[in-house]
């Protein structure tokens, strides 16, 4: 669901591979970027972002770099099967981010521009730079970020929580969850057991669903850091300039503890933080522990109703990474 950088390059002088393709979409979007951005596309050198799983579906992405050879902006085109997808992409990360206190929603990356192109959506993005890949590097730079961006997620929350609607208990969570009972072929038995226990739980009204803003895909590489971000990440820092991209799967009414869950695994949160974290958490959406479990089964079962150009696999290798989160945390 998220893409790394691979830089393309010819042999001769390490320079960027510029294709044909990149050379018309460049003078095509030409006129309007020289307008918002000050910036010559076709002047610039271009290198394609190769996806990590090469679906048919996937964006089409370009690294674009200045004369000096520095990176400068990332160019993301929707593809032919899902044209207006980076459209849809940039809609719903503006609302989210304009329903937020001003601190919180900077942290979601807006682009510099939206285009139209060839029947395509198109964005262009400032350059940021990816989270660490060196494992020492990371685990350092992931303490000190770790604080930051789970205390973002709960203000994500805090701020967005609404009780969900009669239409929206019934299409969020009893459809899915009713979906999982009758087939659970992707998720296996405990996921069964979760969704009858979430079942009787509404149905008794001890868990009143909720609905908050929610990322959706909230691992490392739809992390970014602002290259200014040269100071730490002490408490009450302004200098955390961690920026979220990518979302494709975002909603503005989602499902509570998902991104909480997800955000965990990729940062290796220890144990007694998360169960302080959950605490915290189930405060803002008026839960208990033993409803999140409920909460994440509902939202993976919408998303296997949902699926859009998701594989099955992807959805049921995302269900037990939650079940084995879910298990270290003591929460089944």
Sequence with gaps: ???QISRVRSGEGHR???STKWRDLAEGLQPEVMKSLGIDLTAHNASPIANRRDLIDS?????????????????????????????ESTQIAEEIASSLKPDTGRH????L?????????????????????????????????????MRWAKELSRQTVRDAGTAQIEQQYITPLEAIVRDHAEFGPQFVEMAKKALLRIDSGKLRPKTVAMHGDPWKNNILLDARNVSGFEDGSSSARFMFIDWD??????FPFFDLIRLSNTLRTRKPQMRRLIQ?????????????????????????????????????LSSQIFLEDLKRIDLI
């Design 59 to 87: 964006t089409i992405k370009y690294l674009i770099r200045d004369k000096e050879n520095r990176s400068i902006a990332v160019l993301k085109m929707s593809s032919e099967i899902d044209p207006q997808s980076v459209a």
């Design 280 to 316: 915290d958490y189930c405060e803002i959406v008026e839960a208990t522990p033993e409803d999140v479990s409920s909460y994440i089964t509902a939202a993976l079962g919408h998303t296997l109703l949902n699926l859009n150009n998701c594989p099955r696999h992807v959805v049921a």
């Design 113 to 149: 521009v939206e285009h139209q192109y060839g029947g395509r959506s198109v964005a262009i993005y400032p350059y940021l730079d990816q989270l660490k890949m060196f494992r020492p590097a990371w685990i350092v730079q992931r303490r000190g970020l770790a604080p930051h961006i």
């Design 108 to 111: 979601i990356l807006r682009p």
């Design 16 to 18: 960027p591979v510029v």
């Design 249 to 254: 799967t975002g909603q503005s009414e989602g």
């Design 1 to 3: 669901m998220s893409d």
